[in-house]
């Protein structure tokens, strides 16, 4: 159903029969503008898919502002643009139309009482001047996978990532691939072990199952084992020409082995097999030093991205940080069943 307020229409991507064509056919369209993506959000989080468009109902869609209505009683209710997303990059054909629909959302955010609305995307930020402020700043890595293979190993850091792939190649590590549970639950017990390093709660293991139902084939989950034991893993997503890394955990007793270097050979490898054309790696914090120096030896490029809030009073670095370490304090003295339970709980109110 759409609503209409003034020249803006309020639909939802889930229920319009227009979303699909429309998101595969924009050159700024991604995995996390998919149906796919957002059944996942939506099934696993309670959380509600809107976008908002200048198109109406009957004409062809071709703009849209889309969020995540995040409705919490302990967070608040908020406008998100995504959840759990690295990047969301608004999908329009002009600066006017850009104009017209943040008009919107101010209006609307007023009506509708939300505590903020809140955009994740690159670039600056075309006419949001008066009405969104820069909370947050990261840098976003993606690898050019159109050179040859043997171009982009040698690209690869000579002793960080190539001899790290030889070291692991040579450690009889073995290597699977696919969406099964037992591989997923696998894959979890790794993110546990790296959210608990971090001192954070993990994703519920319930996230992890509702992307693979929802977006099939395009998921991949590569784990190393190290006799039975897995070691490191990945899950990426495909779309398009794109492949995406989104998750990663490790067992910290066996980085020795240089597996996760090895694993993201084999994706670079299936990824070029497949005809993708980039690797995206996702958003690091700035902070992130080590997360970045990786992404970067393996041949990657960065990008700003920013995060950005209306109202501006509801930006505060200096809060935000004050959060985070105030979680991780808590979560440091926290066992891992414990912190799994407590991702359970927080997750769905921290989109």
């Known amino acids: 159903m759409a609503v209409r307020l003034g020249s803006v229409w309020t639909i939802s991507p889930l229920l319009d029969a227009r979303w699909p064509e429309f998101v595969d056919q924009h050159a700024n369209s991604s995995i996390f503008h998919t149906i796919g993506w957002l059944r996942a959000l939506c099934t696993a989080y309670g959380y509600e898919p809107i976008a908002f468009t ?53 209006t609307l955010r007023k009506t509708q009482r939300w505590t903020y609305v809140e955009m994740r995307m690159s670039g600056a930020s075309l006419g949001a001047e008066n009405v969104f402020q820069e909370c947050k700043t990261y840098l976003w890595h993606r690898l050019d996978l159109r050179p040859s293979l043997d171009a982009l190993h040698k690209r690869f850091h000579k002793d960080c990532i190539r001899r790290r792939i030889r070291h692991a190649e040579r450690q009889g590590l073995m290597y699977k691939e696919g969406r099964s549970e037992s591989l997923l639950r696998s894959f979890y017990d790794l993110i546990v072990l790296t959210r608990s390093r971090k001192h954070l709660p993990p994703q519920p293991l319930e996230w992890f199952q509702r992307l693979v139902a929802s977006m099939g084939k395009d998921v991949c989950i590569r784990v190393a084992f190290k006799e039975n034991r897995p070691v490191a893993g990945l899950l990426t997503m495909n779309y398009r020409k794109v492949i995406y890394y989104k998750y990663g955990g490790t067992d910290a007793r066996f980085h020795h082995l240089g597996a996760t270097s090895l694993l993201f050979w084999e994706t670079i490898q299936a990824a070029k097999s497949a005809g993708m054309e980039a690797l995206d790696l996702g958003r690091s914090d700035v902070e992130e030093q080590g997360l970045i120096r990786f992404k970067e030896r393996l041949g990657a490029r960065g990008v700003r991205l920013t995060l950005q809030r209306s109202p501006a009073d509801m930006v505060s670095s200096s809060l935000e940080h004050l959060k985070m370490r105030l979680l991780k304090s808590i979560c440091a003295y926290l066992p891992n069943k414990m912190l799994v339970l407590a991702g359970r709980l927080m997750y769905r109110h921290i989109g």
């Not at 889309?66 to 997303?85: A, D, E, G, I």
């Open 54 to 106: 200048t198109s109406p109902p009957s004409e062809r869609l071709t703009n849209a502002l889309l969020f995540c209505v995040v409705r919490s009683w302990l967070t608040h209710s908020r406008l998100v643009s995504l959840p759990f997303t690295d990047h969301c990059e608004p999908l329009v054909e002009s600066i006017e139309q850009l104009r017209t629909l943040y008009a919107h959302l101010e």
